[in-house]
Every structure is written in C-alpha cells, then in structure tokens.
C-alpha cells in the first residue's frame, strides 16, 4: 500500500490536511476530516487483506460511506464548502460506478488519475473551509474584545 512515493504523498497530504481541520476547524471541518480519515483507514485495511477481485468494490463502499457523512455536513450548512466536497465525491462515487458496472474501453490509468485528482480536491475543500472557520474565529475574537 504505502510502498511508493506517490502513495506516500498522497496519505501525507490527506493526513495533513485532516489533521489540520480536527485542530483548527469547527464542528463542520472536524466531522468532515473524520468522513474522510474514516473511509480511507478502512481502505487501507481492506487493501492490506488483499482479496482478488475486490479493489474496486472496496472504493465503492469507501466512497459511499464518505458521501454519505459530506451529504450530511451540507444538508443544512450556510458555508459552502461541504456543498463542493459532496458533488466532488459524488463524482467519484460516479467513476466507481462506471468503472465496475459498464467497464469502459479507456486505459485504468485514467480513472485513477481521475479518482486521485477528485481526492485532492475534496481535501481542497476541506482545507477551505477549515481556513473560513479560523477566520470566522478570529473575527468574533476581534469583535468580542471591542
């Protein structure tokens, strides 16, 4: 699993990112590091079982269960971002869904790309919306002081 450059930064990225929004984020940004930490250590654990045939099934439900907790964050939420991490992993949701049932004729390498380029995003998000509630908090402070 964590055996390539690549596979190391990318967990090193999601790691950061997640981490920052437990430490920094509101209730928002800590439930959604927590969505997207939780999928990806059961990805991890189901990647080390290594059963044949499973790969793509085992991203399907990962990124089920991560819809499901980012359709929660936005189903009422005035910040914008969980509305963006929702239609991203929607997306990827999307390209699970075409990669197992219709097998399309186009190189594997390119859904990878793809699901890794949704990946970043949504963490893009994630970060956004982590760096919004930092100064949300610190704009209250400013205006609790005067």
């Known amino acids: 699993m964590l055996t ?3 596979s190391l930064v990318i967990s ?15 209730w928002r940004e800590r439930f959604g590091s ?5 999928p990806f250590a059961l990805s991890f654990g189901l990647g080390l079982l290594a059963v044949r045939g499973f790969m793509a099934w085992r991203f399907l439900l990962c990124d089920l269960i991560c819809l499901a ?6 189903w009422k ?8 991490a929702f239609g991203l992993q929607l997306m990827a949701v999307m390209t699970d869904v075409v990669d197992l049932v219709l097998h399309p004729q186009v190189l594997r ?26 100064r949300r908090r610190k704009a209250e402070r400013k205006m609790s002081q005067a």
Not at 109 to 134: D, E, K, M, P, R
Request: hydrophobic share 55%; charged share 0%; net charge neutral.
């Open 4 to 6: 390539s450059v690549t």
């Open 69 to 74: 907790g980012f359709l929660y964050l936005c």
């Open 77 to 84: 939420t005035p910040h914008p971002w969980p509305l963006w």
């Open 34 to 38: 927590l969505f997207y930490l939780g």
């Open 109 to 134: 390498w390119t859904l990878v790309t793809l699901q890794n380029s949704l990946g970043y995003f949504i963490l893009l998000a994630l970060l956004i919306g982590t760096l919004a509630a930092v």
């Open 12 to 26: 090193g990225t999601s790691l950061f990112v997640c981490l920052l929004a437990l430490v920094f984020g509101s």
